[in-house]
C-alpha cells in the first residue's frame, strides 16, 4: 500500500464557533451569562464570586478556601446531611472551589431537575450556615490536607518554589489553602465575616449552560437570585514581587526518597499580559506538549522521566513560570542542568518558526475539543467574568493564536523569561543530590527540611 | 440513545460507528484483548512497557511520529493499559480522521519494523520513573500491590498489578516485543469505534482502506493462572502497612461478581449507596461524624472470575487504622438493610452522572470499545443508560449480605506510626502512556 508511506490529507474543515453567550441582568443587577443548548439533557450552572485567596486577610490565610468549601456543609434551612439529600436526590452533582482569584459553586444536572436545584444553589451561596460543629468539621479537613501536603513530593516542590520564588509576605508565597498555623486562626465567625465582605451580587456571575430555554434559565436565576441584596467592595488586587533578582537552589531533604522532585522558574506574569497569546505558544514548545523540547530531551532522548512540563500560571497578579518533572536520584544534576540550558537556549535563540507553526495549529484545532462538556464551557465563561475578558474573547479566540508570529513568540521569551533568576527547587534525598547540584553553578544552594527549617548543605 | 453502528472487516476487527454531528470533532478508540492479565510469572508489567512502545513508531511513521501528528493539528491522544485490556485513543478535529485512522492501523500492522533495542531502553527507563514517581515515591502508592496480592491468590490473574515488579521490568527483551505483538495485537483480538462528526458510510470506508490488508492472526492464549475462583477470601485477611503516611488509611476489598454478570448491577448500586456522594452512608456516618476525613466506595469494571469491591477510607491525624476499620466494617456489616430512598438515589445519581461523562467523546467512544469487547454488543451501552432502575431493593440487599460480609475481606491498613518512610494513593485507574 504506497499511500501509507505519508499521512493522510485533512479532509474539508468544518467551521466552529464558541457557542453563543446570552447576556443578561436579575432585577438586583447580577450578571447572567447563558448558553442555552446541548446535545445531551444535562445542565450545569454556576455562580462565579470573585472572592478568592487573595481576599483572604494576613494571619488567616485559607480563609477563602475553608469557607468555600464549608458551604457545602448546610445553610440555615437545612443541615449538612439535609442539604446533600436535597441534592442527590434529583441526581445533582455539586461542590465549590476557591483558587486564587475566585471561589465558585456549581451544580451539574439533567435538565429537567434545574428548578429544583437552582434554589439549592442560591441557598449554598446566600445564607450558609457555619453551624460550629459541622464548620470545624471542615477546619479539621483542611488541616490534615496540610498535613498531607508536607509528606507529598509534588505538594512539596510545589509549595517551596512558592516560598522561594515570591518574596516573603506577598499574596503567592504561602500555599493557596493557607498553612497549619493560618487555619488554626480560623473560625466560624471569621467564614461568616468574610462571606459578609465578599460575596455580592455585584461582585459575581451566574454562568448557566445546558439543554435549557433561555426564559426558563432566566426565570429560574431570577427566583434564586433577583431578590439578593449585598454590597460589597471590588476584589482587593495581589501584591506579588521576586525574593530575589539571583540563581538561588533550595533543596527540601526527605530521607529515603528513591526520586527528586523538581520545580525550576521565576515570578511570571498577570493574566491580563500583553503577551499573554505568544506565551502560550511559546510555552508549548518549551514543555506544555508531549512533542516540546524538554519532553522530548528529558524523556524521549535520555529517559530521565515519566515527564516533564512547564507552564505560566497566570493569575490577576504575576503567577509563577515553574518547569516541573521527577527524576531518579542517580540523574537529578543532570536533569537539573538540561532543565536550565532548555530555557537559556529558548531565550537565546528563540523558537524556530516551524515550532510555532505547530503550537498555533494545535490551539487552534484543540479549542473546540475543550469545549464538550456544560461545565467546560461554564468554566471557560467564569473567567471571562474573573479576569474581565471583552466578550468577543471565546469567537477571536482562534484568531488572536494565529497572529502570534516567531518574532513575538521570541520577543516573549526575552520579556518573560530571565535566565538569570531561576530559582531551583529539589525535593529529594539531600546526601544524593546536594553534590550534583553543587557542581553545576545555578546558585548557593541551600538545604531544607521537610517542615521548613534551613541548614548549609 | 446514541445511534450504532457495528461491521465486523474480513480480518475480524470489529468495528464500532457512532456519529453525532453536534460540534466537527471526532474520536477513534481501539481496545486490544489485553492486559496484566495476560501476563505470565516473571513478565509483570509486560502489557504496560508494550503499550509504551506502540509510540515509539512503525513502519511509515517516525520515533514520536504518532504525538507529533496528532499535536499538529490539534487533537489529543493517549493509551492506558489495565488489568483486562489496553486501550489507545484519539480525539481530533473530524476532518483529521483518516490521519488517526492511518496511525492507528500503521502500529497495529507495522510496528515491528520500527522497533529496536535502544527505543525499548529509553521506554524502560521512562516506566521505571513512572512507576518510581507514581508508586515507589508516593505516600500510600504501592497500595494496589498490596490489595491485590492479599484479595486474589497467588495463581490468579489479578494477584498482581499492571505496573508490574521493577524486576520484571527489567527483563523485558526485545524478543518479548515480537511475540507479544503477535499474540495479541492481531485485528481479530480488538474493536475499533469512530464516534463523533463523521458520516457513517465514509468512515467505514476509509476504515477499510486503513485497517482491512493486516492478516488475521491464531486466536490469542488461554489466560495464564487459574480464572475461577470462590467469590469469598474465606475470612477477614489483613496486612498492616507501617510507614510514614501523613494520616492512617485503610483500604478494604471484597471479592464480588465480575462486570459481565447481571448480579454486578445490583453492586453498582450497593456501592453507590454504600459509598459514592455526600448522601452514601460512609459519608454521612464516617465523614459527618469526623471518623475519617474522607471515605468513598468503588466497584470496578473487572472481568475474570470475580471483580473488586474497595472501600478507601482516611483518618484524621488522631484517628487509629482499628477504629477505621472499625467503623468502614459496621457499615458494611449493615449494608444489607438499605431502603427504597437510598436505591433511587443511587439510580439517579448513577443515570446523571453517565450522561454527564458521555457528553465527552473520548469517553463515549471508550465505553462503546468496551461494550463491543466484553459483550460483543456495542448497543448494549444504550440499553445501560436505564438498567439500573430495574435493580431492586431486594436485589441490592442480597447482593451486600452475599459478598461483604466478613468471610469475604482482605484489608491493608496504613498505620502511619513510623517516620522510616513516605509512600499517596494512585487512582485505581490504568497506567497511561
Known amino acids: 500500500m504506497t499511500d501509507r508511506d505519508a499521512p493522510p490529507a485533512a479532509g474539508p474543515i468544518r467551521p466552529f464557533e ?68 436535597a441534592l442527590e436526590d434529583i441526581g445533582v452533582g455539586f461542590g465549590a472551589s476557591t483558587g486564587w482569584d475566585s471561589t465558585t459553586v456549581a451544580v451539574s444536572c439533567l435538565a429537567e431537575h434545574l428548578p429544583g436545584a437552582m434554589p439549592l444553589l442560591a441557598e449554598m451561596v446566600r445564607s450558609p450556615a457555619f453551624e460550629s460543629g459541622e464548620f470545624e468539621r471542615y477546619r479539621a479537613q483542611r488541616l490534615a490536607t496540610a498535613a498531607q501536603r508536607r509528606m507529598d513530593p509534588a505538594a512539596l516542590a510545589a509549595d517551596a518554589h512558592a516560598r522561594f520564588v515570591f518574596a516573603r509576605g506577598g499574596t503567592y508565597a504561602r500555599p493557596v489553602g493557607g498553612t497549619e498555623t493560618s487555619i488554626g486562626n480560623i473560625d466560624a465567625g471569621a467564614a461568616h465575616g468574610f462571606v459578609a465582605a465578599r460575596y455580592g451580587p455585584l461582585q459575581a456571575a451566574l454562568v448557566m449552560v445546558g439543554d435549557v430555554a433561555e426564559r426558563e434559565a432566566l426565570a429560574v436565576a431570577e ?64 514543555g506544555g506538549s508531549f512533542s516540546s523540547r524538554l519532553n522530548l530531551n528529558l524523556r524521549e532522548r535520555r529517559g530521565f522521566t515519566y515527564g516533564v512540563r512547564s507552564s505560566f500560571a497566570p493569575r490577576r497578579g504575576p503567577g509563577p513560570f515553574a518547569v516541573s518533572t521527577a527524576v531518579e536520584n542517580a540523574v537529578t544534576g543532570a536533569a537539573v542542568g538540561e532543565i536550565h540550558r532548555e530555557i537559556e537556549d529558548l531565550v537565546e535563540g528563540g523558537p524556530t518558526r516551524k515550532e510555532v507553526e505547530a503550537a498555533t495549529s494545535y490551539l487552534a484545532g484543540v479549542f473546540p475539543l475543550r469545549l464538550e462538556t456544560t461545565g467546560q464551557i461554564a468554566s471557560r465563561i467564569a473567567e471571562m467574568t474573573v479576569y474581565d475578558l471583552p466578550d468577543d474573547y471565546y469567537r477571536s479566540y482562534r484568531d488572536r493564536v494565529g497572529e502570534v508570529t516567531v518574532a513575538h513568540a521570541a520577543r516573549a521569551a526575552r520579556r518573560h523569561i530571565r535566565p538569570a533568576e531561576l530559582c531551583t527547587v529539589v525535593v529529594g534525598d539531600a546526601d544524593d543530590v546536594v553534590p550534583q547540584l553543587e557542581g553545576l553553578a545555578i546558585g548557593p544552594v541551600t538545604v531544607h527540611d521537610t517542615a521548613g527549617g534551613s541548614s548549609a548543605p | ?181 503477535a499474540t495479541y495485537y492481531i485485528p481479530n483480538n480488538a474493536v475499533l469505534s469512530v464516534c463523533g462528526d463523521c458520516d457513517p458510510a465514509h468512515a467505514l470506508e476509509s476504515v477499510r482502506h486503513y485497517f482491512e490488508s493486516i492478516p488475521r492472526g491464531p486466536a490469542p492464549p488461554p489466560l495464564p493462572g ?18 510514614a503516611v501523613p494520616l492512617p488509611r485503610v483500604y478494604m476489598a471484597a471479592r464480588v461478581p465480575p462486570f459481565t454478570t447481571e448480579a454486578y448491577y445490583a453492586g453498582e448500586v450497593a456501592s453507590s449507596v454504600i459509598g459514592r456522594g455526600r448522601s452514601s452512608r460512609l459519608h454521612d456516618r464516617l465523614v459527618r461524624r469526623r471518623v475519617a476525613k474522607s471515605a468513598s466506595c468503588h466497584l470496578l469494571p473487572l472481568t475474570t472470575g470475580a471483580t473488586m469491591f474497595l472501600v478507601v477510607a482516611t483518618g484524621f491525624p488522631d484517628t487509629s487504622a482499628e477504629e477505621l476499620e472499625t467503623s468502614v466494617s459496621a457499615e458494611l456489616d449493615a449494608a444489607g438493610d438499605l431502603t427504597e430512598a437510598e436505591v433511587a438515589r443511587a439510580v439517579i445519581g448513577s443515570e446523571t452522572r453517565t450522561l454527564r461523562a458521555l457528553q465527552r467523546l473520548e469517553t463515549r467512544a471508550d465505553l462503546l470499545s468496551m461494550y463491543a469487547t466484553l459483550f460483543g454488543d456495542a448497543r448494549r451501552l444504550n440499553e445501560d443508560l436505564r438498567r439500573l432502575r430495574r435493580v431492586t431493593v431486594d436485589e441490592a440487599r442480597e447482593w451486600c449480605a452475599a459478598y461483604l460480609h466478613a468471610g469475604n475481606r482482605a484489608v491493608v491498613r496504613y498505620l502511619a506510626d513510623d517516620g522510616s518512610r513516605a509512600r499517596p494513593a494512585t487512582s485505581a485507574h490504568g497506567e497511561s502512556a
Open chain 1, 223 to 286: 427566583a434564586g437570585f433577583g431578590d439578593w441584596h449585598r454590597a460589597v467592595p471590588p476584589v482587593p488586587e495581589p501584591v506579588a514581587s521576586p525574593r530575589q533578582r539571583e540563581r538561588v537552589v533550595h533543596v527540601v531533604h526527605r530521607a529515603e526518597s528513591v526520586q527528586s522532585r523538581i520545580r525550576v522558574g521565576h515570578l511570571g506574569v498577570p493574566r491580563s499580559v500583553e503577551d499573554y497569546f505568544a506565551l502560550i505558544v511559546l510555552n508549548l514548545v518549551l
Open chain 2, 226 to 243: 487459574t480464572t475461577r475462583i470462590p467469590l469469598a477470601t474465606g475470612g477477614t485477611l489483613h496486612s498492616d502497612v507501617h510507614a
Open chain 2, 1 to 181: 440513545m446514541l445511534q450504532i453502528e457495528q461491521h465486523v472487516l474480513g480480518n475480524g476487527l470489529r468495528v464500532v460507528i457512532a456519529p453525532d454531528r453536534a460540534t466537527p470533532v471526532v474520536g477513534v478508540n481501539l481496545w486490544y484483548g489485553v492486559g496484566s492479565r495476560n501476563e505470565p510469572e516473571g513478565r509483570t508489567g509486560f502489557a504496560h512497557i508494550f503499550e509504551h512502545m506502540m509510540f515509539q513508531g512503525s513502519a511509515h511513521v517516525p520515533t514520536n511520529g504518532h504525538f507529533h501528528h496528532i499535536e499538529l493539528v490539534g487533537g489529543s491522544a493517549n493509551a492506558t493499559t489495565w488489568f483486562d485490556r489496553t486501550n489507545y485513543f484519539e480525539t481530533v478535529p473530524s476532518h483529521n480522521l483518516d490521519l488517526a485512522l492511518w496511525l492507528e492501523s500503521d502500529r497495529m500492522g507495522w510496528m515491528l519494523p520500527a522497533m529496536t533495542a535502544e527505543k525499548l531502553e529509553n521506554q524502560r527507563q521512562v516506566v521505571m520513573n513512572e512507576r518510581r514517581e507514581r508508586y515507589d515515591n508516593q505516600p500510600y502508592g504501592d497500595w494496589d500491590e498490596r490489595v491485590q496480592s492479599l484479595l486474589f491468590p497467588e495463581d490468579h490473574p489479578y494477584h498482581h498489578t499492571v505496573i508490574g515488579s521493577m524486576e520484571d521490568i527489567a527483563a523485558a527483551t526485545l524478543d518479548d516485543i515480537h511475540d507479544f505483538f
Open chain 1, 18 to 85: 464558541f457557542p453563543s453567550v446570552a447576556e443578561a441582568r436579575l432585577g438586583n443587577g447580577m450578571e447572567v451569562r447563558l448558553v442555552s443548548g446541548a446535545a445531551l439533557p444535562v445542565v450545569t450552572a454556576m455562580v462565579v464570586l470573585k472572592a478568592g485567596e487573595t481576599a483572604s486577610p494576613a494571619g488567616r490565610e485559607g480563609l477563602a478556601v475553608l469557607a468555600g468549601n464549608a458551604l457545602e456543609g448546610g445553610t440555615t434551612r437545612l443541615s449538612s446531611r439535609e442539604l446533600a439529600r
